[in-house]
C-alpha cells in the first residue's frame, strides 16, 4: 500500500478503443487502489479531462477519432500540466512522428504490448515523478 495522494485515490482517466484491453487495464488498476475513468474514444477522454483533473492518462496512441497526441494537446487549456502526467501506449514507438511528440513533450511511453509490470510501473513513476502517490479507491467509467 502507498500513501494518497491528499486524501483520496490517485486519479487516472485510461484511453483505448479496444474493449477487452481497457476493461483488463481497469481491472488491474484498480485492484492497486486507483480510482480510474475509461474513454475508448478522443472526446469521451476530451470531456472527462474538461470534467476534473487527472493524475495520469494512460492513452494508447490510435484512436477511432484521434490520436493521444491530439488528445493530450485538446486537454491542455484544462491541465496544462499534463505532459508529464501523460503515458502514451503504442506499438509503433519507433515511428518519426511519435518519436518527436515524445521528445517535444516528454510524456512517458509504453511499448506494446508491454507486461502488467511494466504498466504498473510506468503508472507508479509517473506519480512519484509528480511527487503524487495512491492510496484505494473505486473505479468508474466515463459517461
Known amino acids: 500500500m502507498v500513501a494518497p495522494v491528499g486524501d483520496r485515490p490517485a ?3 485510461l484511453v483505448d478503443d479496444e474493449p ?6 481497469e481491472r488491474l488498476l484498480a ?3 486507483y480510482q480510474l ?4 474514444t478522443c472526446r469521451e477522454a476530451r470531456e472527462a479531462v474538461a470534467r476534473q483533473p487527472f493524475d495520469v492518462v494512460v492513452s494508447d496512441l490510435h ?7 491530439a488528445l493530450l494537446q485538446l486537454a491542455l487549456p484544462h491541465q496544462p500540466d499534463l505532459p508529464r502526467r501523460f503515458i502514451l501506449m503504442s506499438g509503433d514507438l519507433g515511428a518519426p512522428a511519435t518519436r518527436d511528440f515524445l521528445a517535444t513533450t516528454g510524456c512517458r511511453a509504453l511499448a ?3 507486461s502488467v509490470p511494466e504498466l504498473r510501473a ?6 512519484e515523478h ?7 479507491g473505486t473505479a468508474r467509467i466515463a459517461s
Open 37 to 40: 475513468v475509461i474513454a475508448c
Open 63 to 69: 484512436l477511432p477519432d484521434g490520436d493521444g497526441p
Open 20 to 25: 477487452l484491453i481497457l476493461r483488463a487495464f
Open 31 to 33: 485492484r492497486d487502489g
Open 11 to 13: 486519479q487516472i482517466l
Open 112 to 114: 506494446k504490448p508491454f
Open 130 to 136: 509528480e511527487g503524487l502517490t495512491a492510496r484505494p
Open 122 to 127: 510506468a503508472v507508479l513513476a509517473t506519480l
